[in-house]
């Protein structure tokens, strides 16, 4: 019955509002049935919470759906407004499938006093969540991410970090990185995934290869067969420069993790 689920819905929204105990709340589903009215008790009853300080959400769907509708996202605003009216939560983890996302999400106050944030998980991309939240928050001591993210806004917005998961999609990305962290003095702990580098190396060779292949002159692929060696042999020395660079010049780094496939 419709109007009973209503009801418990309203009342666990209710419940989680007035504790006064709860100091963590964790919700996890992986699943195909309807649970975005759950979700939405939990966010307010949250918002409203005067003792919790840590909030988790990750949420996946397993629907296939040419055989079924996918579920209902989450309302526009739910999640503006659990940053405008939280005035306790210190922790926040949002990993959401694309399908429960709201259709937009428009940040335009935060008075929540996040040190800790992450945005994403490895089933889900989190391009529009961390677009629209990491503007907007500011002053975090930890961050994990698990898309891309220009690093020099980053610490711009958050200069005080201490601990960073951060993946890295170009070279140029992973090269401003490093050159940040040469003088850095707050970061104590890093971890890094370089993303597809290969793979971008790889399409520029194949790209250079087919663009030579109509020239009947051997001596003509072979040089530009050396100059995309030379540009590869560049870009690792790059990257490795700057991850040396960082081991000789930061003093406060204590931790450091590189997940790449260079």
């Known amino acids: 019955d419709n109007t009973y689920y209503i009801d418990k819905c309203t009342e666990l929204e209710k419940c989680i509002e007035m504790n006064s105990t709860l100091q963590e709340v964790k919700i996890k589903y ?10 939405i008790s939990v966010i307010r009853g949250v918002t409203r919470n005067k ?10 769907t397993h629907i296939n759906f040419n055989v079924l509708a996918p579920p209902p996202p989450l309302p526009d605003g739910v999640i503006e407004q659990l940053l405008k009216d939280n005035n306790t939560l210190q922790a926040l983890s949002l990993n959401i499938s694309n399908e429960l996302l709201p259709s ?18 490895w089933r889900n991309s989190s391009e529009l969540m961390t677009s629209s939240l990491l503007p907007h928050i500011k002053g975090l001591l930890c961050l ?21 998961t951060l993946p890295l999609d170009t070279v140029e990305s992973a ?30 060779e194949e790209e250079s ?6 020239s009947s002159l051997v001596l003509h692929m072979l040089m530009q067969d050396l100059q995309n060696a030379l540009n590869v042999a ?29």
Do not use: W
């Open 144 to 164: 994990i991410l698990h898309d891309p993210y220009p690093p020099h806004l980053l610490f711009l917005s958050h200069p005080s970090l201490h601990t960073l």
């Open 30 to 39: 992986e699943g195909g049935n309807e649970i975005t009215s759950i979700i």
């Open 104 to 121: 937009s999400l428009t940040i335009v106050e935060v008075n929540t006093p996040l040190t800790a944030l992450e945005i994403g998980g």
């Open 209 to 214: 290869r087919m663009g030579s292949s109509s």
């Open 51 to 60: 003792t919790i300080t840590s909030l988790g959400i990750d949420l996946t």
């Open 234 to 262: 560049k870009v690792y020395y790059s990257l490795y420069n700057g991850i040396q660079n960082i081991l000789t010049e930061n003093q406060t780094l204590k931790y450091l993790e590189i997940d790449n496939d260079i």
């Open 175 to 204: 090269t401003e990185l490093f050159t940040i962290l040469q003088t850095n003095t707050t970061l104590k702990a890093l971890s890094v995934k370089i993303k597809d580098l290969n793979s971008s190396m790889h399409s520029l």
